[in-house]
């Protein structure tokens, strides 16, 4: 027979205190928020793109600082770094130096990198209050389309028909080109940058509208908005208070989804002559001077690369944020 394991006072003996030390601490919750963040940070993607769109909203809110230390005004001329005979650059690589960091404009020599900056402005300005503008009416329009459901629903659902059988890019070059110089105390480029949100934003909407309406008619069935109702709730409580918190994930990520292809949007209108008036600086404006030179390749390379790593940096922090908050996903 074995004798018997004696583990008094031995380092096996499971002290009962040891045991119970911990037991009376609470223990701490983590929100959705935390759960998406700590996701995310594990996405070193995201975090990447993320990271470059803080340095584009950076670079476009401290444009002049960073042209008055590292370049030329954008409407600057500077005939004398241009040869008369072929009006190109003087130089090599576009005239590329220290003093022109992405070298300087055919024909005027306006300095590239100062236009870049300047143009940042532009195109993350409209991207992102047009993305405001869609949001707002989709998320608006979704919510009560879902949650009231029957004639509305129709009725909203139809709407959202209509505006999506519409040629957007079509439509918005039609109304761009009838934009008058004054109107609504605004005159010049200040105006048809408030048309052309106007004109993104509001066109832009049943996309969003969808999306939103879908989530609500999950939403609205769910135990929490039966038990607000049973209490008494009115509607608009479970509106404000139940369903649009729930809301509030998907909107985000679908707006970071959004920015880029209105961003897209606008360098398209004013690659086609109809947005921003020149000699204001944009992207899209940008690419339209630079096809007569397409001899010049600094010249279309350095504006679409700002196009293409701006739009790619949205989107790979909006693919980052659905799947940080996608349970499924994980």
Same mark, same amino acid.
């Given at each position: 027979?074995?004798?018997?394991?004696?583990?008094?006072?031995?380092?096996?003996?499971?002290?009962?205190?040891?045991?119970?030390?911990?037991?009376?601490?609470?223990?701490? +919750? *983590?929100?959705?928020?935390?759960?998406?963040?700590?996701? !995310?940070?594990?996405?070193?993607? @995201? #975090? $990447? %793109?993320? /990271?470059?769109?803080?340095?584009?909203?950076?670079?476009?809110?401290?444009?002049?600082?960073?042209?008055?230390?590292?370049?030329?005004?954008?409407?600057?001329?500077?005939?004398?770094?241009?040869?008369?005979?072929?009006?190109?650059?003087?130089?090599?690589?576009?005239?590329?130096?220290?003093?022109?960091?992405?070298?300087?404009?055919?024909?005027?020599?306006?300095?590239?990198?100062?236009?870049?900056?300047?143009?940042?402005?532009?195109?993350?300005?409209?991207?992102?209050?047009?993305?405001?503008?869609?949001?707002?009416?989709?998320?608006?329009?979704?919510?009560?389309?879902?949650?009231?459901?029957?004639?509305?629903?129709?009725?909203? +659902? *139809?709407?959202?028909?209509?505006?999506?059988?519409?040629? !957007?890019?079509?439509?918005?070059? @039609? #109304? $761009? %080109?009838? /934009?008058?110089?004054?109107?609504?105390?605004?005159?010049?480029?200040?105006?048809?940058?408030?048309?052309?949100?106007?004109?993104?934003?509001?066109?832009?909407?049943?996309?969003?509208?969808?999306?939103?309406?879908?989530?609500?008619?999950?939403?609205?069935?769910?135990?929490?908005?039966?038990?607000?109702?049973?209490?008494?709730?009115?509607?608009?409580?479970?509106?404000?208070?139940?369903?649009?918190?729930?809301?509030?994930?998907?909107?985000?990520?679908?707006?970071?989804?959004?920015?880029?292809?209105?961003?897209?949007?606008?360098?398209?209108?004013?690659?086609?002559?109809?947005?921003?008036?020149?000699?204001?600086?944009?992207?899209? +404006?940008?690419?339209?001077?630079?096809?007569?030179?397409?001899? !010049?390749?600094?010249?279309?390379?350095?504006?679409?690369?700002? /196009?293409?790593?701006?739009?790619?940096?949205?989107?790979?922090?909006?693919?980052?944020?659905?799947?940080?908050?996608?349970?499924?996903?994980?």
């Amino acid at each position: 027979m074995t004798a018997p394991l004696d583990v008094s006072g031995s380092a096996t003996e499971a002290q009962p205190e040891s045991v119970l030390a911990g037991a009376g601490k609470a223990i701490q +919750g *983590r929100s959705l928020t935390r759960i998406a963040w700590m996701r !995310l940070r594990r996405d070193k993607v @995201a #975090l $990447a %793109g993320g /990271i470059i769109v803080i340095l584009l909203i950076l670079m476009a809110v401290f444009s002049s600082p960073i042209i008055s230390l590292f370049g030329h005004p954008p409407l600057e001329f500077h005939q004398d770094q241009i040869d008369q005979s072929t009006l190109l650059p003087k130089g090599t690589f576009g005239g590329m130096s220290s003093e022109y960091l992405l070298g300087i404009e055919p024909v005027n020599g306006r300095d590239i990198f100062s236009r870049i900056v300047a143009g940042a402005w532009v195109s993350l300005v409209i991207g992102f209050l047009a993305t405001v503008l869609s949001v707002i009416i989709g998320t608006t329009l979704g919510v009560i389309a879902g949650y009231f459901g029957g004639w509305v629903d129709q009725v909203i +659902g *139809r709407l959202m028909d209509v505006f999506l059988a519409f040629p !957007l890019l079509v439509f918005a070059i @039609a #109304l $761009a %080109g009838v /934009i008058p110089d004054k109107g609504f105390g605004l005159e010049g480029n200040g105006l048809r940058i408030a048309m052309l949100i106007f004109i993104i934003g509001f066109f832009s909407w049943p996309s969003i509208g969808r999306i939103v309406r879908g989530q609500t008619l999950s939403l609205r069935e769910r135990e929490f908005v039966d038990a607000a109702r049973s209490l008494g709730a009115r509607n608009g409580y479970i509106l404000f208070r139940e369903i649009m918190p729930n809301l509030m994930a998907p909107i985000l990520v679908y707006a970071t989804l959004l920015i880029p292809t209105n961003i897209l949007f606008e360098a398209a209108l004013s690659f086609l002559g109809v947005g921003i008036n020149p000699p204001t600086p944009t992207w899209g +404006g940008m690419l339209s001077e630079a096809v007569r030179f397409y001899t !010049l390749p600094h010249f279309v390379l350095f504006p679409g690369l700002a /196009i293409f790593v701006t739009v790619l940096a949205f989107n790979l922090f909006g693919d980052g944020l659905r799947d940080a908050f996608d349970p499924r996903a994980h």
